[in-house]
C-alpha cells in the first residue's frame, strides 16, 4: 500500500478516534455493563427475583381466567401474561389489551395485574394507555444504565441516531487501524508495561485493537444497525414499499397476526401450553405469553422463549386447544437468510447467546473497546506535547486530560454510585417510586465530577481520587446489604446476589489497589527499594 494512502488512513484514524474518544467510551462503557443488566443484575437488584421460583402452569392458567371475567369484554382481545424472569418483569404481570380504546382515552389502552411471584397475591394495578404502562414500569440501577447505552436518555430519534453513528465510527476506526498496523502478528504481542507510561499507552492500544478487532467491527456494525434501523431503515422501507405507511408495513411482516373470532366457546389450554414448551425446550426461558380470542374456538397462543439451543429469541405457535403449530424467529415465519442475520443482531451485540461465560467475555471486551478510543486520544496528546516542536502546552494538556477524567471516569463514578444507591432504595422506597431517583444521581454524580475537573489543577491526583471513589462506592455494596438485611446472601437460592456482591467487593478493592499503585510515595518506595 502506497505511504500517501497510509498517511490518508492514519488521519482518517486519528481524527475519527479523537472526536468520538469520549463518547465512545460512555457508550461502550455502558455497554459492557449492560450485558449483564439482564438478568444478572436484574435479579440482584429485585428481591422477588432472588428465589428460586416455578409458578405452577395450572396457577396461571387459573389467574388469567379469574381476571379475564373482571374486565369488560373489549380488553380480552389480547392477553399478554410477563413472567418474572428478570429479563423484563420481576413481578407476574397479567396485561389485558383493547386495541380500540374506551370512552376515557382514544388510543390503546390496557388493564394490568401485577402479583408476587411466590405468594402470588396481588401488588400492583394499572389502567390507562398503553404506552404510559410500559414506559413506567419499575426500573433498577442495571437496566438504567441499560436503557442509558441504548439512546443516552435522549430518546427517539436523536439519541438512537447518535448512538448508531457512533457505531459506524468504531467501525472505521478499527478497520482504519488494522490497515496503518502492518506489523500485526508482531504488535499482537507487544505490551512493554515497564518501559515508561507513553510506551505502555501505546501498546496497550495495539494490542487492545487488534485481538478486539473481530469484536469491536461486530459490536460496531450490530450497533449501528440496532441504532438506525427503527428511525432510518424502516422508515425507507415504508417508503419505498409502503408509500410511507409504517403501521402497514409493520402490519404486513408482524410475526402474530389477528385471529377471527368465531364466538364459539372452546377454553384455552394455556397450562399445557405451557407444559408442553417447558418439555421441548428444557433449556430455554419463557418470557411471556400472548393469549389471543381467548377461550374462543380460534385461540391462538405465542410464546417467547429465550436460551436453549436457538441464539436469538424464539416464537412458539400453539392453537388454543394446546396443538402445537411450529416454532419461529421474533420476525414471524418470514424466509431469508436477510431475517436469519437480523434476528441474531441483538443477541450477539449483547453476548446473550451462550451462557455467562461468553458474556464476562463479552464484559472484558467491552472494556478494552472502551479504552481504545481513549488511549489513542492519549497518544494523540502526548505527540504533540512531547514532540520536538509541541503544539500543546503542559497547561493545556493538563486541561485536556482533566476532561477525559472528568466525562469519562465521571461516568464509571455515577454508574457504581448507582449500586449502593439501589440498596438504599430497596430498603427505603416501595416498587417503581425507584424510577424517580435513578437519573437525578446518575447525572448530578456524573456533571459534579464534570465541574470539579475546571478546579482540579493536578490531573494525576484528579484520576487517584476519581479511581478511590469508585473503589469505594463498590467496597460500600456487600456491607450495605448485609446491614439493611434486603438481601440475604446466606441463602442457597441467592448465589447469583452473593457472587455479585463479591464481585462489587474484588472490583472495587482493585480500584483502591490502582490508587496505591499509582500514589507518589509509592513510586518513591519502588525506587528507594531498588536502590
Given at each position: 500500500m502506497k505511504s500517501i494512502t497510509l498517511k490518508k488512513l492514519f488521519l482518517l484514524h486519528s481524527w475519527v478516534g479523537v472526536v468520538t474518544a469520549i463518547l465512545l467510551f460512555i457508550v461502550a462503557f455502558t455497554g459492557a455493563l449492560a450485558v449483564l443488566a439482564r438478568p444478572e443484575l436484574k435479579i440482584w437488584a429485585n428481591q422477588s427475583l432472588q428465589q428460586a421460583q416455578q409458578?405452577?402452569?395450572?396457577?396461571?392458567?387459573?389467574?388469567?381466567?379469574?381476571?379475564?371475567?373482571?374486565?369488560?369484554?373489549?380488553?380480552?382481545?389480547?392477553?399478554?401474561?410477563?413472567?418474572?424472569?428478570?429479563?423484563?418483569?420481576?413481578?407476574?404481570?397479567?396485561?389485558?389489551?383493547?386495541?380500540?380504546?374506551?370512552e376515557q382515552y382514544q388510543q390503546e389502552?390496557?388493564?394490568?395485574?401485577?402479583?408476587?411471584?411466590?405468594?402470588?397475591?396481588?401488588?400492583?394495578?394499572?389502567?390507562?394507555?398503553?404506552?404510559?404502562?410500559?414506559?413506567?414500569?419499575?426500573?433498577?440501577?442495571?437496566?438504567?444504565?441499560?436503557?442509558?447505552?441504548?439512546?443516552?436518555?435522549?430518546?427517539?430519534?436523536?439519541?438512537l441516531i447518535l448512538t448508531g453513528f457512533?457505531?459506524?465510527?468504531?467501525?472505521?476506526?478499527?478497520?482504519?487501524?488494522?490497515?496503518i498496523h502492518r506489523k500485526l502478528i508482531k504488535e499482537m504481542f507487544s505490551f512493554r508495561w515497564r518501559k515508561g507510561f507513553d510506551v505502555t499507552i501505546s501498546d496497550g492500544h495495539k494490542v487492545m485493537g487488534i485481538w478486539g478487532s473481530i469484536f469491536n467491527i461486530v459490536i460496531g456494525f450490530s450497533g449501528a444497525f440496532l441504532g438506525l434501523a427503527t428511525v432510518i431503515l424502516l422508515p425507507a422501507a415504508a417508503f419505498v414499499s409502503f408509500g410511507g405507511d409504517q403501521d402497514k408495513l409493520i402490519e404486513t411482516f408482524t410475526a402474530i397476526p389477528e385471529p377471527v373470532i368465531s364466538t364459539v366457546h372452546q377454553p384455552t389450554n394455556i397450562s399445557g401450553i405451557l407444559t408442553d414448551a417447558q418439555q421441548r425446550f428444557p433449556d430455554a426461558v419463557i418470557l411471556d405469553a400472548t393469549v389471543m380470542a381467548h377461550n374462543d374456538a380460534n385461540a391462538q397462543v405465542y410464546l417467547r422463549l429465550l436460551?436453549?439451543?436457538?441464539?436469538?429469541?424464539?416464537?412458539?405457535?400453539?392453537?388454543?386447544?394446546?396443538?402445537?403449530?411450529?416454532s419461529m424467529s421474533s420476525f414471524g415465519d418470514i424466509a431469508g437468510i436477510s431475517i436469519k442475520v437480523i434476528e441474531i443482531l441483538f443477541p450477539l451485540h449483547f453476548g446473550n447467546f451462550a451462557g455467562l461465560f461468553v458474556k464476562m467475555l463479552w464484559v472484558l471486551l467491552g472494556l478494552s473497546c472502551a479504552l481504545m478510543p481513549l488511549s489513542g486520544m492519549m497518544m494523540w496528546l502526548a505527540k504533540r506535547t512531547r514532540s520536538s516542536n509541541p503544539t500543546l502546552s503542559q497547561l493545556a494538556y493538563s486541561r485536556w486530560n482533566r476532561l477525559i477524567i472528568g466525562s469519562c471516569g465521571g461516568l464509571v463514578l455515577a454508574c457504581f454510585v448507582l449500586f449502593p444507591v439501589q440498596i438504599i432504595l430497596n430498603f427505603a422506597v416501595e416498587g417503581a417510586k425507584h424510577n424517580a431517583y435513578f437519573g437525578p444521581v446518575f447525572f448530578y454524580s456524573?456533571?459534579?465530577?464534570?465541574?470539579?475537573a475546571l478546579f482540579w489543577v493536578n490531573h494525576k491526583r484528579y484520576f487517584r481520587v476519581t479511581l478511590l471513589l469508585c473503589g469505594l462506592a463498590l467496597i460500600s455494596v456487600l456491607p450495605l446489604n448485609m446491614l439493611l438485611g434486603v438481601n440475604n446472601v446466606l441463602n442457597l437460592n441467592s448465589v447469583l446476589v452473593a457472587v455479585t456482591d463479591v464481585c462489587f467487593l474484588f472490583v472495587g478493592a482493585v480500584c483502591i489497589w490502582g490508587v496505591i499503585k499509582t500514589s507518589p510515595e509509592h513510586k518513591v518506595a519502588i525506587g528507594v527499594e531498588a536502590v
Open positions: 409458578i405452577p402452569n395450572a396457577k396461571i392458567t387459573e389467574l388469567v381466567n379469574m381476571y379475564h371475567k373482571k374486565v369488560p369484554e373489549a380488553f380480552g382481545e389480547n392477553i399478554h401474561v410477563f413472567m418474572p424472569t428478570g429479563h423484563n418483569f420481576h413481578l407476574l404481570a397479567l396485561v389485558f389489551e383493547s386495541h380500540h380504546g374506551d389502552v390496557l388493564r394490568a395485574f401485577e402479583f408476587n411471584p411466590h405468594s402470588l397475591e396481588l401488588v400492583n394495578t394499572y389502567y390507562g394507555p398503553s404506552k404510559a404502562y410500559y414506559a413506567n414500569k419499575k426500573t433498577d440501577a442495571a437496566s438504567y444504565i441499560g436503557e442509558f447505552h441504548a439512546d443516552l436518555h435522549l430518546g427517539r430519534p436523536i439519541g457512533l457505531g459506524l465510527t468504531l467501525l472505521v476506526s478499527t478497520v482504519t487501524g488494522l490497515f436460551g436453549g439451543e436457538a441464539v436469538a429469541s424464539q416464537l412458539l405457535h400453539y392453537s388454543g386447544n394446546g396443538d402445537y403449530v411450529t456524573w456533571l459534579m465530577w464534570i465541574v470539579t
